[in-house]
Structures are given as C-alpha cells and as structure tokens.
C-alpha cells in the first residue's frame, strides 16, 4: 500500500524546491526543461548535438579502467559498451562516500536513476539510456561521512587521515566490522550485511573501491554504471573549463547573478560560490585555491604559483585540480553524455543556482529531477497509529503539536477557550462603543484590560492543557514513541536510518520491494506499508 503526498504538505523541504515543483513563473530562469517524459525529446536532441565521439570514447576507456579490478554484471558491461554509442544518453546522481551507504536515501537516489532510465526506454526505444552513480571521492569533508546509525546508535570510524576522502586507507576498519557485527542478530540477512561489509572494507585498500564494490553489489544487477570523477583521463577533458575559471572566474560572476536574485525573491541560499571553485589536491589534502593580483595561493599553506606556472600545472597535472560543489556539476556534464540529474532537496537548491553558469560556459544543462523519498511504515506501527485515531498525514506534525491534537480530541472536557475568547472580545467592544461615547482616553485603559483578560484565558487554557497531557499520559506516550520511531531525531526517517536495519529485517526484497512502489516521475512523498504479500 502506498499513500502520495504533494511534498508541499511535509514540512521539511524548501520554499524554493517546493516553488520549482509547483513550476512558479518566477523560477523558470533557473531551470532548463522540467521533468517531465515529453520534455525529454529536446533534452536529447540537444546533448547528443553537444557530445562528441571523442568524449564518448574516453569516457569508455575511463571506465573500463576504473572497473578493472571489479567482477561486474552483463548489464553494467553492456551500458558501459553502449556509451561509445551516439545514442546512449546518462541519468545521473551523486551521492558522498559515507560509511556503509549512510543514511537510507543512498538507496532512494538510485532507485530512482534505474527507474527512470526504464520509464525513459519505454518511450524512446531508439536510444538507450544509463543509469549512473557519481562518487564524491575528492570530498574532504570526513566528519560528515564517517559513521551510519544502527538502531538508535551511531557507527563511527574514526581516522586521522586527510585530503580528498576516495584516496582514505580502509585501514582501521576492521575495528568497525566487529562493532557492526556484534550489534547484528543471527539471521541469513545478517549474515549477508557482515559479507557485504567484509568484502566492501576488508578487501578493497581505499575507500572509493570500498564504496564502488557495495554499490554494484546492491545494484550492479540492474546496470548500475558507477564512475569516479578522481579520474586523469577525465580531468584532461575538463582543462579549457578550469583554465576559464582560473583566469576569468565566470563561475563567481554568473552564479552571483542567481544567488542575487534567488536573494531577492527570498529564498534561503543553498551555497554562495568562490571567486575560484577549485581546490588543488594533494596526495593528504585539498586545499582551497585563492587569487590576488597575479598569485594564486593555496589556502593555509605556503605554496604558491604565478599564472604562467599554474596554467602549466594544469596542462601537465589536471587531476590536481578538484571543483567545488558549486562546479562539480558543470565537470559531470562536461564528461558525460547526462540528460538528467536526480538528487535530494538540497542539491537541487544549488543546482537551481547554475543554469546562467553552464549557459556562459556552452554546456547543456541537464534536466533537474527530485529523488525519491519515503516513510516506510510496517503493518504492525501503521495499525497502532489506527488504533491512536491519527492519520498517516499527521504524523508529519511537529511533536508538541501532534500530542496537543491527540490531547485535545481524546479529553473528555473541552480545552478549547476560544468560545470564551470570543464571548470576552464581545463584552470589550460594548466597553470600546462606551468609551467613544465619553471619555476617548480611556481606549486605551480599555484595550490593556481586554489585553490582560485575554492573556489570563490563554495561560488558563494552557494549564488544562498540561493538566490533561498528564492524565492522558499512557495514551499519549504511545503516540509519541510512534512518531520517534518513525521521526528519528525529529527528523525525516530516510536521512537518519541506515539501509541495514531494515536489510537485517527484510533482506534483498527490501530493495525489489522500492523498486515495486517508487516512480521517480509522480513528484510526490511516498508513504509506503512494508507489506510484502
């Protein structure tokens, strides 16, 4: 059973993406075709005029490198062979290294790259169409994918090491392995998540190959092609961009004009650009490059290059140079064949930040698609929440005001005053027509008096309030450990669980199961009963 909800209704996505979904005139200036199935035919047509054959091939090349080492599926060996084909086209998402997936939208993100590319196959046989992974391997930023959570508790690697997190040493993870283990039960499918991360962590030397080795076992069946942007090959594709940015800085200059005005309509700014959106990498750091006059700086070090040896750098050594989140997105379209990127409400924020940016820089600006998202909810919670007399919609309400409602419609008295809050504001009107008719300096002694009375009711009506949270307190603990076990951390249960708890649970028909209820197109929050017959 699945239940769709306009994302406009859940209370945790921004004004701007719910704005671009609702396709507001005021934001058609920040995308370039919506999502939709018709749309795709010029999307086509325009990348396939963009992308060269000899970009075609590199890519192929590069590929073939990168998975050298790894056993793959047909169905991966074939989408790589098909993207020497002028028509095979990308759909395309990104995801950080984080340990183990890290939280459950890792899953949603490519389920809905695989659906979509069959959705796209069924409507344009001609062409195929491929769905692939982006590891963020030059991220830098460990702490933000280190750990995963496993009932209620935090899974943490910890590791001095530095720089871009794809090189990482998988060294110290044996430790992590028997903490995951000794946490897990006896069953076949804990059994198979203690093989999955043996084999991803203890077998493979860095983290990149870990992350590649668990993302094709999940989904290599389903001809998952899984590229790193860490790649020689493919930075040398990227050079004339690079040197534009060293030298013009036309990334600063037209995402400013976006952030400027997305500024001005009030939207909230995902993430202001740089002057220069590269870092320069190093074996154990990525440090940020800095311009002044004709010097460019790497951030807090000593080192520095004049523009003559820097351009030389890049000419000789491109994989040194690493973009930013704000260009990345324009390497990704540079080096491959993409109709369309699919990621969650935050990266759509920035992406809706770079059209003008790819405009300037010549580079077809992909179609820009919301991930799927979920809350799965088992038979067994979604009965309880029947017994407690709550809707699926209400348990999107924030805590305090969801026990208030349940507190509210179950007390067997009214704890509503607005009746006497109306019967007092009609008595102080009768004062105000009073007061008009003699003394008019009285108004104002008239409207603190009402100020204060109605001030009194609200604190009365707040103390019967917790008075009836008390009585009720059995009926409403059951309610409240409800949502925290769907609501972790007060938060949306997708960014807080990690797939194996529910693996443990379900095993490999958990991800059939998605693959059954989610359509990347619908647009829409899913709630879905985890109902497998």
Request: proline share 3%.
């Amino acid at each position: 059973m699945k239940q769709e909800i306009p994302y406009k209704n859940i209370p945790y996505y921004s004004d701007l993406v719910i704005d671009y979904l609702d396709q507001k005139e005021n934001l058609k200036y920040t995308y370039n075709r919506f999502p939709e199935l018709a749309n795709f035919k010029l999307q086509i047509e325009e990348k396939q005029k963009s992308f060269s054959q000899h970009s075609r091939d590199i890519l192929v090349t590069a590929l073939e490198e990168q998975y050298q080492q790894f056993a793959i599926s047909e169905a991966t060996r074939k989408n790589i062979r098909n993207l020497k084909d002028n028509n095979s086209f990308t759909i395309t998402t990104g995801h950080q290294l984080n340990l183990f997936t890290g939280p459950l939208y890792f899953l949603y993100k490519i389920i809905s790259v695989i659906k979509l590319t069959e959705k796209l196959q069924e409507s344009y046989p001609d062409q195929n169409f491929i769905p692939v992974y982006w590891l963020a391997s030059e991220d830098h930023d460990f702490e933000e994918i280190n750990f995963f959570n496993f009932k209620g508790k935090q899974v943490q690697w910890k590791s001095k090491q530095s720089g871009a997190v794809g090189r990482f040493s998988t060294q110290g993870l044996k430790e992590v392995f028997k903490e995951f283990s000794s946490v897990l039960n006896t069953s076949d499918n804990a059994d198979e998540l203690k093989k999955m991360f043996e084999k991803a962590y203890l077998e493979h030397a860095n983290l990149n190959d870990a992350t590649r080795f668990l993302a094709n076992e999940l989904f290599g069946s389903y001809g998952l092609v899984i590229i790193d942007g860490d790649d020689k090959s493919l930075k040398r594709e990227f050079i004339p961009y690079i040197k534009r940015e060293l030298l013009d800085q036309s990334g600063y200059k037209n995402i400013q004009k976006t952030v400027n005005r997305l500024a001005d309509q009030e939207y909230t700014i995902q993430v202001n650009p740089r002057e220069i959106n590269l870092f320069y990498l190093n074996e154990h750091s990525r440090d940020r490059i800095i311009r002044e006059d004709n010097l460019y700086f790497l951030h807090e070090t000593e080192k520095r290059f004049t523009e003559n040896e820097i351009l030389e750098e890049v000419k000789n050594h491109p994989e040194n140079f690493s973009p930013n989140a704000v260009m990345r997105p324009l390497y990704q379209e540079v080096v491959l064949p993409n109709l369309a990127y699919i990621g969650g409400s935050g990266e759509l924020a920035y992406w809706l930040e770079l059209k003008q940016y790819f405009k300037s820089e010549e580079v077809v600006f992909p179609v820009l698609m919301l991930r799927n998202s979920a809350l799965l909810i088992t038979p067994l919670q979604d009965r309880k929440r029947e017994k407690l007399g709550r809707s699926q919609l209400d348990l999107f309400l924030n805590p305090t005001d969801l026990i208030n409602k349940q507190t509210k419609e179950l007390s067997d008295i009214s704890i509503d005053f607005h009746p006497q809050k109306e019967h007092l504001k009609q008595q102080f009107e009768a004062l105000y027509e009073l007061a008009q008719k003699t003394d008019k300096s009285f108004i104002g002694a008239v409207a603190a008096q009402e100020k204060k009375q109605l001030n009194g009711l609200n604190h009365l009506e707040k103390r019967l309030l917790k008075a009836q949270r008390r009585n009720l307190k059995d009926q409403l603990d059951r309610l409240r450990i409800l949502q925290e076990a769907l609501f972790p951390n007060e938060n949306l249960q997708e960014r807080e669980l990690n797939f194996s708890e529910l693996y443990e649970e379900y095993g490999k028909k958990l991800i059939s199961f998605l693959f059954d209820k989610f359509d990347p197109l619908s647009l829409n929050f899913d709630i879905i009963i985890l109902d497998f017959e």
